[in-house]
């Protein structure tokens, strides 16, 4: 059974630092891209980061660019995003979510989601 | 303001048909698979559609999609209370090189 579990979030003051974490089993972790895909309360979905199962290749939200680093530890089974600079609008909860991977080739669509971990960023 | 465009509501009869436009541009939609995900009160967003009409294993294939040109479309037919949710639109974006949603489309079944 594939399992996807987040943890880290929790309330940081505006320009604060935090990292999330994605525990995952039941699939190949290495085998697969991961994303982290966050949404405000009573709001949309938002795509924030991608990397691949090899971490050679990142993507980056603009909103989240040069602020946000996300990497993985393959040995562990374990995304993470790392948060620095928080604002009031990266208040969210923070889901990850395994990338469909056919053939090498990402797809971009997510076949399994975590829980989620609520992140605010307040004063 | 999403990249993609989805009505925010839309609303059916019990037992009836409902379909949810979903629309882009060549960077993604007219480009790259559309998929689609339902996200019940509450709890994570759940794959529902992926590569435009596909369905993962254990979706009714009461569940839907399609796409042509730069829009998609997901439909639902006989529709059952527990349809209620927010559902979302996603494709990849090669001119922004991100996963793009739609802003999500919340279905009430009278």
């Known amino acids: 059974e594939v399992q996807l579990v987040e943890s880290g979030g929790g309330l940081v003051q505006p320009g604060g630092s935090l990292r999330l974490s994605c525990a995952v089993s039941?699939?190949?972790?290495?085998?697969?891209?991961m994303s982290w895909v966050r949404q405000p309360p009573g709001k949309g979905l938002e795509w924030v980061s991608l990397?691949?199962?090899?971490?050679?290749?990142?993507h980056y939200a603009d909103s989240v660019k040069g602020r946000f680093t996300i990497s993985r530890d393959n040995s562990k089974n374990t995304l993470y995003l790392q948060m620095n600079s928080l604002r009031a609008e990266d208040t969210a909860i923070y889901y990850c979510?395994?990338?469909?991977?056919?053939?090498?080739?990402?797809?971009?669509?997510?076949?399994?989601w975590g829980h989620g971990t609520l992140v605010t960023v307040s004063s | 303001q999403s990249v993609l465009t989805q009505p925010p509501s839309v609303s059916a009869a019990s037992g009836q048909k409902v379909t949810i436009s979903c629309s882009g541009s060549s960077s993604n939609i007219g480009n790259n698979y559309v998929s689609w995900y339902q996200q019940l009160p509450g709890t994570a967003p759940k794959l529902l559609i992926y590569?435009?009409?596909e369905r993962p294993s254990g979706i009714p294939d009461r569940f839907s999609g399609s796409k042509s040109g730069t829009s998609a479309t997901l439909g639902i037919t006989g529709l059952q209370t527990g349809d209620e949710a927010d559902y979302y639109c996603?494709?990849?974006?090669?001119?922004?090189?991100?996963?793009?949603f739609g802003g999500g489309t919340k279905l009430t079944v009278l």
């Open positions: 979510a395994k990338d469909r991977v056919v053939q090498g080739v990402i797809m971009h669509y997510f076949d399994y």
């Open positions: 996603g494709s990849w974006d090669s001119s922004l090189s991100a996963v793009v």
């Open positions: 039941g699939f190949t972790f290495s085998s697969y891209a």
């Open positions: 590569e435009n009409n």
């Open positions: 990397i691949s199962g090899s971490a050679y290749t990142t």
